[in-house]
C-alpha cells in the first residue's frame, strides 16, 4: 500500500510539474464555464418569457441545469481522457526509467494501481471545475444535491474505466501520441457501438448497447443509483487493470 | 555472491545468450566484456529479474531470480546504460523516490540520500531538474540511485559510455572506492578500464562465454612473448626500411618484424622475439652499428586488447593489426 502511495505521488507531481495539467485544467474551466453560461441564458429566456405570459416556469430550473451540464461531461471527458493516460507508461518506457521501476522491490500491481489512481485523480481534479459551476447555482436557490452527487459518482466510475482501458494502451507503446489516438479510438467505439441497440432489438445488438459505456450512464445522470451500472464500470476498470497487469508483464518477455 | 549456470536468453530470432555458467566471489570487481551486441546487457537484465531467463539459472546472494525475484531486487543496485532519471524530478527528489522504492524510510532515507550525494558528488545539484544536469552529472547521480540502499551487488551497464576522458575518471576512481563494500560487475567494451578496474574478467562474444579468469592471469597467460617497438632513422638522406628489417631478423631472438610506419626518414617497427629471449640491447647494437639512428625503444606488455581480440575472433584480429584500433578502442 505505500508504494501505490509512493507511485500515486510521483505521478500527481509529475502531471502538475509538466505543463499537461494547467492546459487541461484551463480547458476544462472554459468549456464546462461556456456550457453552463450557455444554459443558464437559455432557461433565463425561457423562465423570462413564462413570466410575461404569466404563466408558472413549469420546470426545476438549476435541476435541468445540472443534468444538461453534467449530461455533456462523458463527452469531453472523451477527448480528455487519453491526455490524461497517454503518458503513464509510454513515457516510462521511452526514457527507460521502467527499468527502475521493474528492477526495485515493488510489484507490478502496485506500479500499476498507483498510476492509475493518480490519472483518476487528475480527472476528478477537472470534475472538480464543472462543480464551481454548480456550486452556483446552490447560492442563488436550493436544488436537491442528492442527485447531483449520484451524477458525479457516475462520472468519476465513467472516468475510472475508460482511464484504466487508456493505462492498459500506454503500456503497448514508447509513443504517447500512438497511445492517446489508440485510446481516443478504443474509448469512442465503446461508446457509440450503444447506439444500435436504439433502433434494433436483435440480441447482438443489445448485447453491444449493454458493453457501450454511455448505455450505463443514464441511470446516474437521472440521480438513481443501480448497482447493475455500477457494476458494470466497476468490471471495465478490473479488466483495463487486468490487461495492464498481463501487458506490463509480456514486457519482460518480449523486450 | 553470484552463480550463473547455463543461462541462456533466447529471442524470437535469434539466441541473445547462449549457456554462460560463471561465479563471482563476494567483494570483487567483475569487467564484462564483449563486443557491442554480444548479450552483455542481455545478461545482466536477467540477474537483475528485468527479462526472465529463457533455460537456466541465476541465484544472487543464495536467492534465485526467478524463484525469489522480490529478495533478488532488494539486494541489487543497477545501473542501466541510460541512467532510469525522471527530467522533471529535481535530483534530491529522485534520490528520495528511489529509496523509499527500494524500502527506505524516515531518518535512515534522509541519511542514505546525504551519504550518497556526498559519495558520488552530486551534493551541489541537489536541487537542480535532472532533464537539466549535463551527462558526467546524469551518470553520477545514475550511480548514486543504484546504491542508495547499500546493496550487497552492484550491476553497473556501461558506466562509462558517453562520458568525456576526465569524467571517465572520476566515474572509474568512483567505482573502484565502492569496491570493497559491494560486489560489483560492469560491463564495458573498453579494454583499458578493465585492466584499471577489475579483478576478474567474463569475457563474452555473440552471447557464448570465451574466457573467465582474472586480469593478472589472462596477461600472463596470452603468449609469454614481448612485442618491441622500435623507431630507426637514417643519419643522413633516405631510410631504406628492407635492409632495415633485414638486418633487424638477423638478431638472435627475433621472430617476426612488422612495419607499423614508413616515413622518407624514419621507420617505426614492431619486433615480436621469442619466448624468454631478452633481445633490446641487441637490436639497439645492431641498429647503431649499422649506422642509423635509434630514435625509440620499448617493450609494450601484451595488452587485454590482444588476448581479447584473439579470444573473440579471427576477424577482429586482423583487424587489431591496424593501430587505429588499439588507440581508438584504449581511451
Known sequence: ?255 | MITVKDLTKRYARNTAVDHISFEIQKGQIVGFLGPNGAGKTSTMRMLTCFLPPTAGTATVAGFDVLEEPMEVKKRIGYLPETPPLYPEMMTGEYLSFVGSLKGLRGAELKQRIDYVSDRCSVADVRNKQLGKLSKGYRQRVGLAQAIIHNPEVLILDEPTSGLDPKQINETRDLIKSLAGDHTIILSTHILSEVEQICQQVIIISKGKLVATDTVDNLQGRSRGAESVFVEVAARNGQLDTSIVQGRLAKVRGVNRIVLKEQQPTHSRFEVETQKDEFVRGDLARAIVEAGWDLNELHSAAVSLEEIFLELTGTEAASVAKGEVVVTGAGQ
Not at chain 1, 53 to 79: H, K, S
Not at chain 1, 105 to 117: A, R, Y
Not at chain 1, 177 to 199: D, P, Q, R, S
Not at chain 1, 208 to 214: D, Q
Request: net charge neutral.
Open chain 1, 1 to 255: 500500500m505505500r508504494n501505490v502511495w509512493l507511485i500515486w505521488r510521483k505521478e500527481m507531481r509529475s502531471y502538475f510539474v509538466s505543463p499537461i495539467a494547467y492546459i487541461l485544467l484551463l480547458m476544462c474551466a472554459l468549456i464546462f464555464g461556456f456550457f453552463f453560461w450557455s444554459l443558464l441564458q437559455a432557461y433565463l429566456q425561457f423562465s423570462m418569457e413564462a413570466q410575461m405570459r404569466g404563466e408558472m416556469f413549469p420546470m426545476n430550473m438549476p435541476e435541468e441545469i445540472t443534468r444538461r451540464l453534467l449530461g455533456n461531461v462523458p463527452v469531453t471527458g472523451l477527448l480528455i481522457i487519453p491526455l490524461i493516460s497517454m503518458r503513464l507508461f509510454a513515457e516510462e518506457k521511452r526514457t527507460g526509467t521502467i527499468e527502475l521501476l521493474t528492477t526495485s522491490p515493488i510489484h507490478d500491481g502496485e506500479v500499476i494501481l498507483g498510476k492509475w489512481l493518480a490519472a483518476t485523480t487528475m480527472y476528478c481534479c477537472l470534475l472538480f471545475l464543472s462543480a464551481i459551476n454548480v456550486a452556483y447555482l446552490f447560492f442563488y436557490s436550493h436544488p436537491d444535491w442528492k442527485p447531483i452527487l449520484v451524477s458525479y459518482l457516475g462520472l468519476v466510475l465513467q472516468g475510472a474505466a475508460l482511464l484504466a482501458l487508456g493505462t492498459f494502451i500506454s503500456t503497448l507503446t514508447k509513443n504517447q501520441i500512438i497511445a492517446a489516438t489508440g485510446t481516443f479510438g478504443l474509448c469512442l467505439l465503446i461508446f457509440v457501438c450503444g447506439w444500435v441497440g436504439e433502433y434494433n432489438s436483435e440480441t447482438w445488438a443489445r448485447v453491444l448497447a449493454y458493453l457501450s459505456v454511455s448505455s450505463h450512464m443514464d441511470s446516474f445522470m437521472k440521480g438513481t443509483l443501480d448497482l447493475k451500472d455500477a457494476i458494470y464500470y466497476v468490471t471495465v476498470i478490473v479488466i483495463g487493470l487486468f490487461l495492464t497487469a498481463r501487458s506490463m508483464e509480456s514486457l519482460r518477455w518480449r523486450s
